[in-house]
C-alpha cells in the first residue's frame, strides 16, 4: 500500500505533465486533457494498490487517461464539434520543431500565452504544468476555489475562443516566448520567497520548490538558452539561503546578518555550476544570467563582493533600466562607497519609486547609517505603511523601534 502511494506521489510530480500535454496535442482541448489525466490517477489510485504498480506509470496513465478522453468526448453533448476539432489538430499541416520536439514545452508555451493576463498564466501553469489541484492554487494567492477555479476555465475558454495554436514558438519567436514562460516562474517564485498578502507566512515552501521544479523542467527541455539556465541558477541561488533568512520566530533576517552556515551548499554549488557554464558560452548575458551572477557573489565566501555586484549591476542596467534596478544598483553602490554616495542616486528615483515600500525601506537604511534617525524613522514609517507582507513589515517596525535619539 506505502509503495504505491509513494509510486502514484512520483508518478504524480514526474508524468502529470507529460499526460495532460499528450492529451492536449491530440484532441486539442485543454479541459479534455485536464479531466482526463485527473481521471486517470483518480484510477491509479484505486488500482495500484491492489493490482500493484505497473512496469511503466507514465505510460499506463497516458493510455488510461486517452480511453477516459475518448469516453468523456462519446459523452459530451457537443462531442461531434470536440471531434472536429480534434481531427483539425491531427491533420493540420506539421509545424516547425522549433528548439525542441516535446508536448511539455507545447503545454507550457500554450499557459504563458501572451493573449492570457499574467494571472490566469500563472494559475493555467501550475495546474496544467505543475499539477497542483485549485484549492492549492487558490490558497497560494489568497482567494476562494471558486474564483480560482473560474480564473482557470476562463483562461482555457480563451485560448479555446483564441483558436491559440498548440505549438512550439518558431525560432523567430522563441526568444520573447521564453521570456514570457520566465516571467510567469519567477512571479511564482518570489511569491514563494516573500509572500505578498497579510497575515501570510514569509516564505511559502511549496511555491518556491514548484516554481524551482518547473524551472528545472524548462532547463530540461531548452538546455541551450542562457536566460532559462540563468533563472534556475537565480532561483536555487536565493533559495539557498532560506533557511537563513527567517528566524526562529518567524522574522525575516537580511543578508548581512544570516548565519552563512545555514545556507544550502548544495544548491550554492549547482547555481554557481550554473552561472560558470553560461560565462564559459562566451554569449552577452541576459538578465536572468547577471541577477544570477549578483547571487552568485553573494553566496561567494564569508561576505560579499560590492565592487563585482555594482559591476553587474551596470550591465544590468543596461539592459532593464527600470526603477527598481536602478533602486537595487544604488543600494550596492551604498555598501561599496559609502552611505551617503548611496542615498543622492536613490533620492533620485523618488518620482518613479515613491508609492513603493523598497525604496522607503533602502532610505530609511542609508538614513540609519548615516546617522540621520529623525529621517530614517520617517523614511520607515513610508515603508511599514506601504509593505504588503506581515513578516516584513514587523521587520521594518523592529529597524525602525531599533533607532538611537
Not at 483558436?163 to 521564453?178: F, Q, T
Not at 549578483?294 to 563585482?308: C, I, R
Request: aromatic residues 4%.
Amino acid at each position: 500500500m506505502s509503495d504505491a502511494r509513494e509510486a502514484l506521489t512520483r508518478a504524480h510530480r514526474e508524468e502529470w505533465a507529460r499526460v495532460v500535454a499528450t492529451l492536449a496535442k491530440r484532441f486539442g482541448h485543454l479541459g479534455t486533457a485536464e479531466d482526463a489525466a485527473a481521471e486517470a490517477f483518480a484510477t491509479a489510485a484505486e488500482r495500484w494498490p491492489e493490482d500493484g504498480v505497473p512496469p511503466n506509470p507514465g505510460a499506463w496513465l497516458t493510455t488510461t487517461a486517452t480511453r477516459k478522453a475518448i469516453d468523456q468526448i462519446r459523452r459530451d453533448s457537443k462531442r461531434d464539434g470536440k471531434h472536429r476539432e480534434a481531427r483539425l489538430v491531427s491533420s493540420a499541416p506539421a509545424e516547425p520543431l522549433g528548439a525542441v520536439d516535446d508536448d511539455r514545452l507545447r503545454l507550457i508555451f500554450i499557459c504563458c500565452h501572451p493573449a492570457l493576463a499574467m494571472e490566469a498564466r500563472v494559475a493555467l501553469t501550475l495546474r496544467m504544468v505543475g499539477g497542483l489541484a485549485v484549492p492549492e492554487i487558490a490558497r497560494a494567492f489568497l482567494v476562494q476555489d471558486t474564483a480560482m477555479s473560474a480564473r482557470i476555465t476562463r483562461a482555457k475558454a480563451k485560448i479555446a475562443a483564441a483558436r491559440i495554436p498548440y505549438r512550439i514558438p518558431s525560432a523567430a519567436d522563441l526568444p520573447e516566448r521564453v521570456s514570457g514562460v520566465l516571467a510567469v516562474l519567477y512571479l511564482v517564485f518570489n511569491e514563494g520567497y516573500l509572500a505578498t498578502g497579510p497575515g501570510t507566512a514569509p516564505v511559502r515552501d511549496d511555491l518556491a520548490a514548484e516554481a524551482i521544479r518547473l524551472a528545472r523542467l524548462l532547463h530540461e527541455l531548452l538546455p541551450d538558452d542562457g536566460e532559462a539556465t540563468g533563472m534556475l541558477a537565480l532561483m536555487l541561488l536565493t533559495d539557498a539561503r532560506r533557511a537563513a533568512r527567517v528566524s526562529a520566530s518567524g522574522g525575516l533576517v537580511p543578508l548581512d546578518e544570516q548565519d552563512r552556515s545555514r545556507w544550502d551548499a548544495a544548491r550554492i554549488a549547482e547555481g554557481h555550476a550554473l552561472v560558470r557554464e553560461r560565462l564559459a558560452s562566451g554569449e552577452a548575458p541576459g538578465r536572468y544570467q547577471l541577477l544570477a551572477a549578483v547571487n552568485a557573489v553573494h553566496t561567494d565566501g564569508d561576505a560579499t563582493d560590492w565592487t563585482q555586484v555594482v559591476a553587474l549591476y551596470d550591465q544590468l542596467v543596461r539592459l532593464d533600466g527600470s526603477p527598481v534596478v536602478r533602486l537595487n544598483r544604488a543600494v550596492a553602490v551604498g555598501e561599496c562607497d559609502g552611505p551617503h554616495v548611496g542615498l543622492a542616486l536613490v533620492d533620485a528615483l523618488e518620482p518613479d519609486l515613491a508609492g513603493y515600500h523598497g525604496f522607503h525601506a533602502a532610505r530609511a537604511n542609508l538614513l540609519r547609517r548615516l546617522g540621520r534617525t529623525a529621517e530614517a524613522r520617517d523614511a520607515y514609517d513610508a515603508a511599514i505603511a506601504l509593505a504588503g507582507n506581515t513578516a516584513e513589515t514587523a521587520f521594518l517596525q523592529r529597524r525602525r523601534d531599533g533607532l538611537q535619539g
